[in-house]
């Protein structure tokens, strides 16, 4: 085997030796070059080659040939050291680093390069997918040139430190013509300075003002050498200089003959080169201000306008005017959006009549600025081509390469007209959430997937603001919003409440119509408004480090809320990558960084005294010892026991949105349900440990589920046993007492009975009247209302909204109860006498049995509707509060659970504006009780027969309406709830 490979490496030895001399076999020379090298190769002594000593080597040769401008050479040549690298495998060769040795054999055999034809370097592909070289080898009697490099390498620097321009390697600029006789006659007052700089006495001494002097005065002569050496001249003579034309080509100075032909020479007009053209329209692109092809309208206008007395040689005026016009528009642009910042930052301001701009307009103004930087670098990468001039290179192909960045700078331009106001004449909560609001509807109605994905990641870094804000406030219990941007506010503490039981300390400010449309503002402005009060009831309740024991014990990560946010936008919006997400992102600027190694001892005390302060659950002691606790460790402390959370994550500032954007799908994402969806689930993940805890605490040390079956029970008079004595010893007070309307008197009278059944809460009960004269129960009761002391934090249930709809069932049920009071107290011996088994009056017996009857129906009807509320309505929706109450986790569902349930307790008792007619009807009834008691407790004898007939069809009328009226809201306002009370009234419908 050996054998073999000695027969091939000869082989491949006597073919080099042909390749590299030319000798032939047979020859002198060539006998002697492979004995020469087949003794080194047999014999050899020396290390393996250094394949980074030859790889360094082929870059210096690289390097060496980009010095010297023959890029074509360097290309040519990196891309030959590949192919041949690829042409075989050497990882399986016998021979270790056979590859770099070959390559390092070539470049030491090498010598002149600057002769070599590129031509002649073409690979050839053999039949068995070899790699074959045609080379032509120089002839080596030919002279070799030698070049004094040092004398070559300051060929040119007179000229260049003496009349420098940057269009002096320009094609078109090699004939320029000297600079015109009067402008150099003429003294600038920058040679006046440089005049008078040249003679300020220098002190050579150590003091301070000496140094100080002295380095004015060279910065002054810098600039000024600057200024006459570097500055492009073109601008100060342009407008007296025609361009030279020295070409073979007619149309190359088509302009001077235009002007001819037009203006019989009578108009001047100033020509420039193409070149210098170009170097101006992306100069304007970067820096938009007057120059000589652009002027600006005036002083106080923004307007962009093409100078007309200018052109190039190859275009007339009005050509060259109409391919420059359209991009005065991109110039205005670009200088709206930079004045927007510059408004932002004003470097003058005034407390006293300076508004602060909301952080969300500056940091919308950021991701602005993200945006124009990145096509900016784009049109810097033309500007260089440009400069470069390897290919053909003209103002019609630099219009072409500018098209994608003009159209980017429109779009952004245009949304940004759509989403920002006057935030100097408007308050800041409306400039942010309507530019919010703006940017996620221009995300969503895009029909351009670049339009979406840019306003994608415009409102992603702008929503970092109330991101943060939220965070802040969530997280450890402070309302930090110093520009007043957030939608929620807070209500300040020296603001004197109206009710000293005011709970709700924070308010939603009035939003715009498009606001109120965005499902993320609605998120924030309810879900955040909820949580946030849970919050604010621990702070007050002191109980924050409970909720960071909480925290701390789950697996819910302590990254901000913005950054997490992001993350989980972009993992969503990752699945629909069609391709692999680390083809298209890197993932070093997903992955945090990782804490460097510490020394081991340094490491224990440090980790340890970290974990003294975490388990403190106090953010304040970690803040007071950020700056003796290394940082990293301090960002990085994700959990108690000092280990260094892992987790991905993603900032703004390492991660361009819009780039990742654009290579993660091929068509619009759908962002509206991504990024709902998203915060949602991060803030319930995040805060449902909060509402919990909350929840528990209202459960347990407020008896929060006793106060609610209290109301019930009082109230709504589900402890009929105990309220029979109240409400019956009312009544009597009322018809019989002149005093009755003492509220004391009552309120003794209510905290008497409530005692021996609820002793611990009775002395919270009391009865406000109403300045009131009166015996009859009915006008009484509209004046009576119950209430109850409630402390603070229950009021954030039972508020004063709720207490007055728990009043108007109370009064309701009150009425419906001295109704069935009133006729159950009527006896049969009132009306027939002491003789009534013996009346032989017929007509009067008559009439006595027509009123006992008009009982019986007022009894029926009253009855029918106390039965509905008390068993139907009560009783029924109490056991499905109680259910909802125990299923719920947090504060807000307690009060949503709670809210619902009164609402739809004051619909099912008729209390609502929808039932007037039936609730009017129904009072109707309840009167009539006072007129037959009143004809009742008079005797048969007394009855008018006309009264009782009038009583009658009155009682048929309001119970035929009652019936149809039933009917109809059970057909038509889907009240299926009164479809009992409706069927009792249908059914036994009195005839006159």
């Given at each position: 085997?050996?054998?073999?490979?000695?027969?091939?490496?000869?082989?491949?030895?006597?073919?080099?030796?042909?390749?590299?001399?030319?000798?032939?076999?047979?020859?002198?020379g060539?006998?002697?070059?492979?004995?020469?090298?087949?003794?080194?190769?047999?014999?050899?002594?020396?290390?393996?080659?250094?394949?980074?000593?030859?790889?360094?080597?082929?870059?210096?040769?690289?390097?060496?040939?980009?010095?010297?401008?023959?890029?074509?050479?360097?290309?040519?040549?990196?891309?030959?050291?590949?192919?041949?690298?690829?042409?075989?495998?050497?990882?399986?060769?016998?021979?270790?680093?056979?590859?770099?040795?070959?390559?390092?054999?070539?470049?030491?055999?090498?010598?002149e390069?600057?002769?070599?034809?590129?031509?002649c370097?073409?690979?050839?592909?053999?039949?068995?997918?070899?790699?074959?070289f045609?080379?032509?080898?120089?002839?080596?009697?030919?002279?070799?040139?030698?070049?004094?490099?040092?004398?070559?390498?300051?060929?040119?620097?007179?000229?260049?430190?003496?009349?420098?321009?940057?269009?002096?390697?320009?094609?078109?600029?090699?004939?320029?013509?000297p600079?015109?006789?009067?402008?150099?006659?003429?003294?600038?007052p920058?040679?006046?300075?440089?005049?008078?700089?040249?003679?300020?006495?220098?002190?050579?001494?150590?003091?301070?003002?000496?140094?100080?002097?002295?380095?004015?005065?060279?910065?002054?002569?810098?600039?000024n050498?600057?200024?006459?050496?570097?500055?492009?001249?073109?601008?100060?003579?342009?407008?007296?200089?025609?361009?030279?034309?020295?070409?073979?080509?007619?149309?190359?100075?088509?302009?001077?003959?235009?002007?001819?032909?037009?203006?019989?020479?009578?108009?001047?007009t100033?020509?420039?080169?193409?070149?210098?053209?170009?170097?101006?329209?992306l100069?304007?692109?970067?820096?938009?201000v007057?120059?000589?092809?652009?002027?600006?309208?005036?002083?106080?206008?923004?307007?962009?306008?093409?100078?007309?007395?200018?052109?190039?040689?190859?275009?007339?005026?009005?050509?060259?005017?109409?391919?420059?016009?359209?991009?005065?528009?991109?110039?205005?642009?670009l200088?709206?959006?930079?004045?927007?910042?510059?408004?932002?930052?004003?470097?003058h301001?005034?407390p006293?009549?300076?508004?602060?701009?909301?952080?969300?307009?500056?940091?919308?103004?950021?991701?602005?600025?993200?945006?124009l930087?990145?096509?900016?670098?784009?049109?810097?990468?033309?500007?260089?081509?440009?400069?470069?001039?390897?290919?053909?290179?003209?103002?019609?192909?630099?219009?072409?390469?500018?098209?994608?960045?003009?159209?980017?700078?429109?779009?952004?331009y245009?949304?940004?007209?759509?989403?920002?106001?006057?935030?100097?004449y408007?308050?800041?909560?409306?400039?942010?959430?309507?530019?919010?609001?703006?940017?996620?509807?221009?995300?969503?109605?895009?029909?351009?997937?670049?339009?979406?994905?840019?306003?994608?990641?415009?409102?992603?870094?702008?929503?970092?603001?109330?991101?943060?804000i939220?965070?802040?406030?969530?997280?450890?219990?402070?309302?930090?919003?110093w520009?007043?941007?957030?939608?929620?506010?807070?209500?300040?503490?020296?603001?004197?409440?109206?009710?000293?039981?005011?709970?709700?300390?924070?308010?939603?400010?009035?939003?715009?119509?498009?606001?109120?449309?965005?499902?993320?503002?609605?998120?924030?402005?309810?879900k955040?408004?909820d949580?946030?009060?849970?919050?604010?009831?621990?702070?007050?309740?002191?109980?924050?480090?409970?909720?960071?024991?909480m925290?701390?014990?789950?697996?819910?990560?302590?990254?901000?809320?913005?950054?997490?946010?992001l993350?989980?936008?972009?993992?969503?919006?990752?699945?629909?990558?069609?391709?692999?997400?680390?083809?298209?992102?890197?993932?070093?600027?997903?992955?945090?960084?990782?804490?460097?190694?510490?020394?081991?001892?340094?490491?224990l005390?440090?980790?340890?005294?970290?974990?003294?302060?975490?388990?403190?659950?106090?953010?304040?002691?970690?803040k007071?010892?950020?700056?003796?606790?290394?940082?990293?460790l301090?960002?990085?402390?994700?959990?108690?026991?000092?280990?260094?959370?892992s987790?991905?994550?993603?900032?703004?500032?390492?991660?361009?949105?819009?780039?990742?954007?654009?290579?993660?799908?091929?068509?619009?994402?759908?962002?509206?349900?991504?990024?709902?969806s998203?915060?949602?689930?991060?803030?319930?993940?995040?805060?449902?440990?909060?509402?919990?805890?909350?929840?528990?605490?209202?459960?347990?040390?407020?008896?929060?589920?006793?106060h609610?079956?209290?109301?019930?029970?009082?109230?709504?008079?589900?402890?009929?046993?105990?309220?029979?004595?109240?409400?019956?010893?009312?009544?009597?007070?009322?018809?019989?007492?002149?005093?009755?309307?003492?509220?004391?008197?009552l309120?003794?009278?209510?905290?008497?009975?409530?005692?021996?059944?609820?002793?611990?809460?009775?002395?919270?009960?009391?009865?406000?009247?109403?300045?009131?004269?009166?015996?009859?129960?009915?006008?009484?009761?509209?004046?009576?209302?119950?209430?109850?002391?409630?402390?603070?934090?229950m009021?954030?249930?039972?508020?004063?909204?709720?207490?007055?709809?728990?009043?108007?069932?109370?009064?309701?049920?009150?009425?419906l109860?001295?109704?069935?009071w009133?006729?159950?107290?009527?006896?049969?011996?009132?009306?027939?006498g002491?003789k009534?088994?013996?009346?032989?009056?017929?007509?009067?017996?008559?009439?006595?049995r027509?009123?006992?009857?008009?009982?019986?129906?007022?009894?029926?009807?009253?009855?029918s509707?106390?039965?509905?509320?008390?068993?139907?309505?009560?009783?029924?929706?109490?056991?499905?509060?109680?259910?909802?109450?125990?299923?719920?986790?947090?504060?807000?569902t307690?009060?949503?659970?709670?809210?619902?349930y009164?609402?739809?307790?004051?619909?099912?008792?008729?209390?609502?504006a929808?039932?007037?007619?039936?609730?009017?009807?129904?009072?109707?009834?309840?009167?009539?009780?006072?007129?037959?008691?009143d004809?009742?407790?008079?005797?048969?004898?007394?009855?008018?027969?006309?009264?009782?007939?009038?009583?009658?069809?009155?009682?048929?009328?309001?119970?035929?309406?009652?019936?149809?009226?039933?009917?109809?809201?059970?057909?038509?306002?889907?009240?299926?709830?009164?479809?009992?009370?409706?069927?009792?009234?249908?059914?036994?419908?009195?005839?006159?």
């Amino acid at each position: 085997m050996a054998t073999k490979i000695l027969i091939d490496i000869h082989n491949d030895i006597r073919l080099l030796i042909t390749a590299i001399t030319g000798f032939e076999a047979g020859e002198e020379g060539f006998r002697i070059c492979e004995a020469f090298a087949l003794s080194n190769v047999k014999h050899h002594r020396y290390l393996s080659v250094n394949s980074q000593a030859t790889k360094r080597s082929i870059d210096d040769v690289v390097s060496k040939f980009s010095i010297h401008g023959k890029y074509e050479v360097a290309n040519k040549f990196r891309e030959l050291v590949d192919t041949f690298l690829s042409s075989f495998d050497f990882d399986h060769h016998p021979q270790y680093d056979l590859q770099w040795a070959l390559l390092s054999l070539l470049l030491d055999l090498s010598c002149e390069t600057n002769k070599s034809e590129l031509h002649c370097l073409e690979t050839v592909r053999s039949s068995r997918g070899e790699y074959s070289f045609n080379v032509t080898v120089a002839n080596e009697n030919e002279p070799t040139e030698e070049i004094d490099w040092g004398q070559y390498l300051r060929e040119g620097q007179e000229d260049f430190f003496c009349d420098y321009q940057s269009e002096s390697d320009s094609e078109w600029s090699n004939n320029d013509d000297p600079e015109p006789s009067g402008m150099a006659e003429q003294s600038s007052p920058d040679n006046l300075i440089r005049d008078l700089v040249s003679v300020i006495p220098v002190k050579r001494t150590e003091s301070t003002l000496d140094k100080l002097s002295e380095s004015l005065a060279d910065g002054v002569e810098s600039r000024n050498w600057l200024k006459n050496n570097v500055q492009n001249k073109w601008w100060t003579w342009i407008e007296y200089n025609k361009y030279p034309v020295d070409s073979k080509f007619p149309d190359a100075g088509f302009c001077e003959l235009w002007n001819e032909i037009t203006s019989r020479g009578l108009q001047q007009t100033g020509t420039l080169s193409e070149y210098q053209a170009c170097r101006e329209v992306l100069w304007m692109l970067h820096c938009p201000v007057q120059m000589v092809l652009f002027l600006k309208n005036n002083s106080d206008s923004e307007l962009f306008s093409t100078k007309q007395d200018i052109s190039i040689p190859s275009l007339s005026q009005d050509a060259f005017i109409s391919i420059l016009d359209p991009l005065c528009n991109y110039f205005v642009m670009l200088r709206e959006l930079e004045q927007f910042g510059e408004n932002l930052y004003p470097k003058h301001t005034s407390p006293e009549v300076y508004q602060f701009p909301p952080l969300t307009y500056q940091a919308y103004h950021r991701a602005v600025m993200q945006h124009l930087n990145k096509m900016r670098e784009g049109m810097i990468r033309i500007e260089k081509k440009f400069v470069k001039q390897d290919d053909c290179d003209t103002l019609l192909s630099m219009m072409n390469d500018l098209r994608p960045y003009l159209d980017g700078i429109k779009m952004l331009y245009e949304v940004h007209q759509s989403v920002t106001s006057e935030w100097e004449y408007h308050l800041n909560w409306k400039c942010a959430s309507k530019l919010l609001s703006g940017l996620f509807f221009e995300m969503q109605n895009s029909s351009s997937r670049e339009k979406a994905n840019m306003c994608t990641s415009l409102y992603l870094q702008s929503l970092s603001v109330y991101l943060n804000i939220i965070d802040t406030w969530l997280s450890e219990g402070r309302f930090e919003d110093w520009r007043e941007e957030f939608v929620i506010a807070k209500i300040p503490e020296d603001v004197t409440l109206e009710d000293e039981e005011q709970h709700d300390t924070f308010v939603v400010r009035p939003l715009d119509q498009i606001c109120l449309n965005d499902p993320i503002m609605e998120l924030l402005v309810h879900k955040v408004r909820d949580m946030g009060r849970s919050i604010e009831l621990l702070v007050r309740l002191d109980r924050i480090p409970d909720m960071w024991r909480m925290v701390n014990d789950s697996s819910v990560s302590r990254i901000s809320l913005n950054q997490e946010f992001l993350t989980e936008v972009i993992s969503e919006f990752g699945k629909y990558n069609p391709t692999d997400l680390t083809d298209t992102v890197d993932v070093s600027v997903i992955q945090m960084t990782e804490v460097p190694a510490l020394e081991p001892i340094s490491s224990l005390i440090k980790q340890n005294a970290l974990q003294q302060m975490s388990n403190s659950n106090d953010p304040f002691l970690l803040k007071a010892f950020e700056n003796y606790v290394p940082f990293d460790l301090l960002r990085n402390n994700d959990a108690v026991d000092g280990k260094i959370s892992s987790e991905n994550s993603i900032t703004n500032c390492d991660f361009n949105i819009f780039e990742w954007l654009e290579n993660t799908s091929q068509s619009i994402l759908p962002s509206r349900r991504v990024l709902k969806s998203v915060l949602s689930k991060i803030l319930n993940t995040r805060y449902k440990g909060a509402s919990k805890l909350v929840k528990d605490i209202m459960v347990a040390e407020y008896n929060l589920e006793k106060h609610l079956k209290l109301m019930r029970c009082i109230y709504m008079m589900e402890t009929g046993h105990v309220m029979n004595r109240f409400y019956q010893q009312l009544f009597t007070e009322i018809e019989t007492n002149a005093t009755w309307n003492n509220p004391n008197a009552l309120t003794n009278l209510l905290e008497e009975i409530l005692s021996q059944e609820w002793p611990e809460t009775s002395s919270r009960w009391s009865i406000v009247v109403s300045e009131i004269r009166t015996h009859q129960v009915l006008v009484a009761a509209n004046k009576i209302m119950l209430h109850y002391a409630i402390s603070w934090p229950m009021c954030m249930v039972l508020t004063k909204e709720a207490l007055v709809k728990y009043n108007d069932i109370f009064r309701f049920q009150l009425k419906l109860k001295w109704a069935l009071w009133t006729l159950d107290h009527l006896r049969f011996s009132d009306l027939e006498g002491s003789k009534s088994a013996g009346m032989n009056d017929r007509v009067q017996h008559f009439q006595a049995r027509r009123l006992e009857s008009l009982r019986f129906w007022l009894i029926h009807a009253i009855g029918s509707i106390h039965a509905y509320l008390s068993g139907q309505v009560l009783q029924s929706l109490g056991s499905m509060l109680e259910k909802a109450l125990s299923e719920a986790d947090n504060l807000d569902t307690i009060i949503r659970v709670h809210t619902e349930y009164l609402m739809k307790v004051h619909e099912h008792c008729l209390q609502t504006a929808e039932f007037e007619d039936l609730t009017a009807t129904i009072n109707s009834l309840l009167e009539m009780c006072i007129y037959v008691r009143d004809r009742w407790k008079r005797g048969a004898e007394n009855i008018i027969p006309a009264e009782l007939d009038m009583m009658e069809s009155s009682y048929i009328k309001y119970h035929t309406y009652l019936a149809l009226a039933l009917h109809n809201a059970v057909q038509h306002k889907d009240a299926d709830y009164l479809t009992g009370l409706s069927s009792a009234f249908n059914y036994s419908i009195p005839c006159a």
